[in-house]
């Protein structure tokens, strides 16, 4: 067929078509005789020539329609801008002369009801143009994913049956449409954030929108990861863990693959990770988006990244193999997540944290990634095979012991590991890798994060812990040495400011309270990996404050048990009391600091904002402690005053008949040789006074060397209070006729009273008003 080699046949050029071309002689020049008539390829050459040249006449007539089209609506816009123009020129003028101007009813009317209604009626247009423009806009955007994605989908990036040079090629394609339908997805993103700020009635476009890009997506990502997993294979990822052939099976050094790839495989694994990256973005701006419509805060910033987690999941299926293993010894597990971590992570740390800065992900971390997606994994594994088991052995009563102890042995594991994973992270970062400090979004980087899902396995760590602590408690409770205020513990009342109440010999708090506290903030330290506030802190309330309160319980049989009595010579019990005083006061003050810890303070905020009923609305419930101290505040108080109680009734009893004799007032009398001051007191105390005197004496030495500087402080004000309105109150109501001997026996006495508070401040009388008053009535001349 010599035919088909022939050329297509030419038209005349568009630009030289003409009335004159258009005639029968076009079809002689290519139809001569009547052989070409029946050659079918030369028929076919001139249909295609014919469509062809069809085509460019319909594109080139199209486009200057269209461009005639654009100019003659430019210039209708213009004109008819001008004709409005000088309409209201020409009302104004027709306002302003006519009768019937601006001062009309009719200008009013238009005024008040026809502009309010023309303005509301443009507004509207311009919503629904602004709306139009919207939609089209979107929906061009929408279709230009749905091309790139179908053409992303088309078929494998990495098939390791293509050659080298298809693959790039295919590669290379598919990764520029790929990163074309993400750019026009947050192209979408952005309008459909801007829709949500500035109109939020068009809920039908934004929920129409979501669904097709959220059906783009539901296709797309699985392709992406299918992509990836196979270049990852292609690349020798997992690598093999080495055994040796010890019984725990410890692994030898790892190599790295990542470290290890090829210029053209580590180029596209470089594209592969920055386009899950952008996914990932993408999928965190649409959740963001959706969170602020429904005024949603997000907790906690996330640490995963979908491209590691890609890296650590095949490895989890070869170490869920060994870990399957050593479930009765959990140690071997711990080793093993450890040293997988650690000699992956300056490689993933030197290769993958670029790519995160290429694709412009704020604040991620890679090491950070790649430990917590490491912890997670092995908290998985814990969850599924460890912890629900011995949650089903702890409901069967003889395997309880067992239970208990496997369990708290696995949490200090556990709480080992987190730190040696927290060191990692914090490698060449900062110095704090030793301080044991798990602040901000490292805190979430925990294997304790099983108990944030499961609070019936919280419940039962809490139980054992509490169990724990009491049987630390417990053996020392019995031991009365614990009990006793410290030979270290310093006497008297001390001003100097440079001694602060801080210390345990400050406090003279007897060692049983320095012990119990040690245990109550371990039981506080082991849960501070637990990610959740809220669950945290009701871990403390079920275990550090039941604690708490069963020790209050027994520090009140104990103080029950003194039995303090006026008529009791023992200063044991007046001892064991002050101790109970003293740690129930160090105690308080040490709730209080920790209280007022950052971190106290926010479990405080999450269970208010947990909408926890509180009984008393009035109270400052700022303090997470605040049922505690208060009710040791209480105690100390109780027992302050049972012991000031006790004191003053005994002085009653030894002075009633001092005070019921007038004969020590009223005649002479004999007197002892006690002098009381060299002051200008010729008189010596009464004979009736001196053992009340002496036993007040020897109660506020022995209280003064027990007690701390604050209680006692408060004691022998309130003890001078009690005895200055007894006194006064009793010499009031008795008939007692003063001579001045009398009255100057009776000063004697009462400066003898004064002087045994004389020790404690500089100025006693101050404390004893109502004497002072009675001494002053009785100088008075007649």
């Not at 139809?31 to 008539?37: A, D, F, I, M, Y």
């Not at 249909?47 to 461009?67: D, E, G």
């Not at 290379?172 to 309008?191: P, V």
Request: neutral net charge; contains cysteine; aromatic residues 10%.
């Amino acid at each position: 067929m010599e035919s088909s080699h022939e050329p297509l046949v030419g038209l005349p050029n568009i630009t030289d078509l003409t009335k004159q071309h258009i005639d029968i002689g076009f079809v002689d020049q290519h139809l001569r005789t009547k052989q070409h008539l029946n050659i079918e390829s030369t028929q076919l050459v001139l249909s295609q020539s014919l469509t062809q040249q069809c085509s460019h006449l319909h594109s080139y007539l199209l486009n200057r329609i269209t461009k005639r089209t654009v100019s003659w609506i430019s210039r209708s816009f213009k004109s008819n801008s001008s004709f409005h123009h000088l309409t209201l020129c020409l009302q104004n003028l027709s306002l302003l002369t006519s009768p019937h101007g601006v001062g009309s009813k009719r200008f009013r009317w238009v005024l008040s009801d026809e502009l309010p209604r023309l303005a509301k009626e443009l507004n509207r247009l311009q919503s629904i143009r602004t709306y139009l423009e919207v939609a089209v806009q979107l929906e061009a955007l929408v279709g230009d994913v749905e091309d790139a994605a179908l053409f992303v989908m088309a078929g494998n990036m990495f098939s390791s049956k293509l050659s080298v040079s298809s693959v790039s090629q295919d590669n290379t394609r598919k990764h520029g449409k790929l990163l074309q339908a993400i750019k026009a997805m947050n192209d979408i993103e952005q309008l459909l954030v801007t829709i949500v700020k500035f109109h939020p009635q068009w809920k039908c476009l934004l929920r129409s929108v979501d669904v097709r890009v959220d059906k783009i997506l539901a296709a797309l990502r699985p392709q992406v990861f299918a992509d990836h997993r196979a270049l990852l294979v292609s690349l020798g990822w997992p690598p093999k863990l080495l055994q040796s052939e010890n019984r725990s099976e410890q692994i030898t050094s790892l190599p790295n693959p990542l470290v290890l790839m090829q210029e053209n495989k580590k180029r596209n694994y470089s594209q592969s990770f920055i386009a899950i990256c952008a996914l990932q973005h993408l999928q965190d701006k649409r959740e963001e988006r959706h969170l602020n419509s429904n005024l949603i805060k997000r907790e906690n910033q996330n640490l995963r990244l979908w491209a590691i987690d890609e890296l650590v999941s095949p490895i989890a299926s070869r170490m869920e193999y060994h870990f399957g293993k050593w479930t009765e010894q959990p140690e071997y597990m711990f080793a093993l997540a450890y040293k997988v971590t650690r000699d992956f992570i300056t490689g993933i740390d030197n290769v993958l944290q670029p790519l995160i800065d290429k694709a412009r992900l704020i604040s991620c971390s890679a090491k950070e990634a790649w430990v917590f997606a490491m912890v997670q994994m092995l908290s998985g594994f814990l969850k599924k095979k460890v912890f629900s088991s011995l949650a089903e052995g702890y409901s069967v009563k003889h395997l309880k012991p067992d239970v208990s102890s496997s369990w708290l042995h696995l949490v200090d594991l556990i709480i080992a590991f987190d730190k040696r994973m927290q060191s990692l992270v914090n490698l060449d970062t900062c110095l704090l890798a030793e301080s044991g400090n798990f602040e901000g979004p490292s805190r979430g980087m925990s294997v304790l994060t099983i108990f944030c899902d499961r609070h019936d396995w919280l419940k039962i760590w809490a139980k054992l812990e509490f169990k724990n602590a009491w049987a630390k408690l417990n053996t020392e409770l019995k031991e009365e040495k614990t009990w006793m205020v410290s030979t270290k513990c310093k006497s008297g009342i001390d001003t100097d400011l440079e001694h602060l109440l801080s210390t345990i010999e400050d406090h003279k708090a007897p060692p049983i309270a320095e012990l119990f506290l040690k245990i109550i903030w371990e039981m506080i330290e082991r849960c501070q990996t637990v990610p959740s506030i809220l669950l945290r802190a009701q871990f403390i309330r079920s275990a550090a404050g039941r604690f708490l309160w069963y020790f209050f319980k027994i520090m009140l049989l104990r103080f029950k048990s003194t039995e303090l009595s006026p008529h009791s010579s023992d200063d044991g019990t007046i001892v064991r009391a002050c101790g109970l005083i003293n740690a129930a006061r160090y105690i308080w003050i040490k709730l209080q600091e920790w209280s007022d810890a950052v971190d106290f303070l926010e479990m405080k905020i999450a269970e208010n904002d947990s909408c926890k009923k509180i009984q008393d609305d009035t109270r400052d419930n700022d303090c997470f402690f605040d049922e505690e101290v208060r009710s040791l505040s209480e105690m100390e108080t109780n027992w302050l005053v049972e012991i000031i109680a006790v004191i003053l009734r005994q002085f009653e009893t030894l002075s009633w008949k001092y005070i019921q004799n007038n004969d020590n007032f009223e005649g002479d009398q004999g007197y002892t040789n006690l002098v009381v001051s060299r002051e200008a007191i010729d008189l010596a105390v009464s004979n009736d006074f001196v053992e009340a005197l002496d036993a007040l004496k020897s109660w506020l030495c022995i209280v003064k060397i027990n007690l701390n500087r604050k209680d006692f402080l408060d004691l022998w004000r309130s003890i001078a209070e009690g005895l200055d309105h007894f006194i006064s109150s009793s010499i009031l109501t008795s008939e007692i006729r003063f001579p001045k001997i009398g009255i100057n026996q009776f000063d004697a006495d009462m400066q003898a009273l004064i002087f045994i508070f004389k020790p404690f401040c500089a100025r006693p009388h101050a404390f004893f008003p109502c004497i002072n008053d009675i001494l002053k009535l009785l100088k008075l001349k007649k």
